[in-house]
Nanobody, 124 residues
Framework: QVQLVESGGALVQAGGSLRLSCAASGRTFSNIGVGWFRQAPGKDREFVAA????????DYTDSVKGRFTISRDNAETTVFLQMNSLKPEDTAVYYC?????????????????WGQGTRVTVSS
Protein backbone atom coordinates (compact mmCIF):
# COMPACT_ATOMS: atom_id res chain seq x y z
CA GLN A 1 0.00 0.00 0.00
CA VAL A 2 1.00 3.57 -0.71
CA GLN A 3 -0.66 6.61 0.78
CA LEU A 4 -0.42 9.87 -1.14
CA VAL A 5 -1.20 13.36 0.10
CA GLU A 6 -1.10 16.33 -2.26
CA SER A 7 -0.63 19.93 -1.23
CA GLY A 8 0.20 23.28 -2.74
CA GLY A 9 -2.93 24.03 -4.71
CA ALA A 10 -4.11 27.64 -4.65
CA LEU A 11 -5.67 30.51 -6.55
CA VAL A 12 -3.08 32.23 -8.72
CA GLN A 13 -3.12 34.77 -11.51
CA ALA A 14 -2.27 33.84 -15.06
CA GLY A 15 1.48 33.89 -15.59
CA GLY A 16 2.14 32.94 -12.00
CA SER A 17 3.75 29.86 -10.50
CA LEU A 18 2.88 27.14 -8.03
CA ARG A 19 4.67 24.10 -6.69
CA LEU A 20 2.59 21.08 -5.87
CA SER A 21 3.85 18.42 -3.49
CA CYS A 22 2.90 14.78 -3.18
CA ALA A 23 3.99 13.18 0.08
CA ALA A 24 4.07 9.40 -0.01
CA SER A 25 4.18 6.77 2.70
CA GLY A 26 3.96 3.01 2.79
CA ARG A 27 5.65 1.00 0.06
CA THR A 28 9.32 1.63 -0.66
CA PHE A 29 9.13 4.96 -2.39
CA SER A 30 12.32 4.64 -4.38
CA ASN A 31 10.90 1.65 -6.29
CA ILE A 32 7.76 3.25 -7.67
CA GLY A 33 6.89 5.50 -10.57
CA VAL A 34 4.76 8.55 -9.84
CA GLY A 35 2.55 10.70 -12.01
CA TRP A 36 0.44 13.81 -11.86
CA PHE A 37 -2.98 13.96 -13.44
CA ARG A 38 -5.61 16.68 -13.48
CA GLN A 39 -9.33 16.98 -13.95
CA ALA A 40 -10.95 20.23 -14.97
CA PRO A 41 -14.65 20.89 -14.32
CA GLY A 42 -16.76 18.97 -16.78
CA LYS A 43 -13.79 17.25 -18.37
CA ASP A 44 -12.14 13.87 -18.16
CA ARG A 45 -9.05 13.30 -16.10
CA GLU A 46 -5.89 13.85 -18.12
CA PHE A 47 -2.23 13.00 -17.75
CA VAL A 48 0.11 15.85 -16.85
CA ALA A 49 3.55 14.46 -16.01
CA ALA A 50 5.31 11.35 -14.74
CA UNK A 51 8.66 10.46 -13.27
CA UNK A 52 10.44 7.12 -12.94
CA UNK A 53 11.52 5.63 -9.64
CA UNK A 54 15.08 6.91 -9.97
CA UNK A 55 14.04 10.24 -11.42
CA UNK A 56 16.08 9.62 -14.55
CA UNK A 57 13.08 9.53 -16.87
CA UNK A 58 10.23 12.01 -17.11
CA ASP A 59 7.29 12.48 -19.42
CA TYR A 60 4.91 15.39 -19.98
CA THR A 61 1.77 16.07 -21.88
CA ASP A 62 2.39 18.50 -24.73
CA SER A 63 0.39 21.35 -23.24
CA VAL A 64 2.69 21.68 -20.21
CA LYS A 65 6.09 21.02 -21.79
CA GLY A 66 8.46 23.87 -21.06
CA ARG A 67 6.23 25.19 -18.27
CA PHE A 68 5.94 22.32 -15.76
CA THR A 69 8.72 20.30 -14.19
CA ILE A 70 8.27 17.08 -12.24
CA SER A 71 10.92 16.04 -9.74
CA ARG A 72 11.28 13.80 -6.72
CA ASP A 73 13.20 13.59 -3.49
CA ASN A 74 13.41 9.95 -2.54
CA ALA A 75 14.97 10.75 0.81
CA GLU A 76 11.90 12.83 1.65
CA THR A 77 9.52 10.46 -0.20
CA THR A 78 8.01 13.43 -2.00
CA VAL A 79 7.29 14.26 -5.62
CA PHE A 80 6.97 17.84 -6.80
CA LEU A 81 5.31 19.52 -9.74
CA GLN A 82 6.70 22.97 -10.42
CA MET A 83 4.22 24.88 -12.54
CA ASN A 84 5.31 28.11 -14.20
CA SER A 85 3.60 30.45 -16.67
CA LEU A 86 0.24 29.20 -15.53
CA LYS A 87 -2.75 29.66 -17.81
CA PRO A 88 -6.48 29.67 -17.04
CA GLU A 89 -6.74 26.35 -18.86
CA ASP A 90 -4.49 24.80 -16.19
CA THR A 91 -7.35 25.21 -13.73
CA ALA A 92 -8.18 21.76 -12.35
CA VAL A 93 -7.93 19.42 -9.43
CA TYR A 94 -4.48 17.88 -9.57
CA TYR A 95 -3.98 14.30 -8.45
CA CYS A 96 -0.83 12.44 -7.58
CA UNK A 97 -0.70 8.76 -8.47
CA UNK A 98 1.78 5.95 -7.88
CA UNK A 99 2.30 2.63 -9.61
CA UNK A 100 3.93 -0.62 -8.51
CA UNK A 101 6.51 -0.35 -11.26
CA UNK A 102 9.54 1.85 -11.64
CA UNK A 103 8.95 3.31 -15.09
CA UNK A 104 6.93 6.24 -16.39
CA UNK A 105 3.38 5.86 -17.63
CA UNK A 106 0.81 8.26 -19.01
CA UNK A 107 -2.34 6.16 -18.67
CA UNK A 108 -4.27 6.41 -15.45
CA UNK A 109 -5.21 2.73 -15.50
CA UNK A 110 -1.54 1.88 -15.03
CA UNK A 111 -1.51 3.54 -11.63
CA UNK A 112 -2.46 1.69 -8.48
CA UNK A 113 -2.69 4.39 -5.83
CA TRP A 114 -4.21 7.85 -5.90
CA GLY A 115 -4.29 10.86 -3.65
CA GLN A 116 -7.31 13.00 -2.87
CA GLY A 117 -6.25 15.89 -5.05
CA THR A 118 -5.38 19.55 -4.62
CA ARG A 119 -7.22 22.35 -6.40
CA VAL A 120 -5.45 24.81 -8.68
CA THR A 121 -7.33 27.83 -9.97
CA VAL A 122 -5.73 30.20 -12.45
CA SER A 123 -7.49 33.51 -12.94
CA SER A 124 -7.20 35.51 -16.13
Amino acid sequence: QVQLVESGGALVQAGGSLRLSCAASGRTFSNIGVGWFRQAPGKDREFVAAISATGERTDYTDSVKGRFTISRDNAETTVFLQMNSLKPEDTAVYYCAARRFAGVASFGVLYDYWGQGTRVTVSS
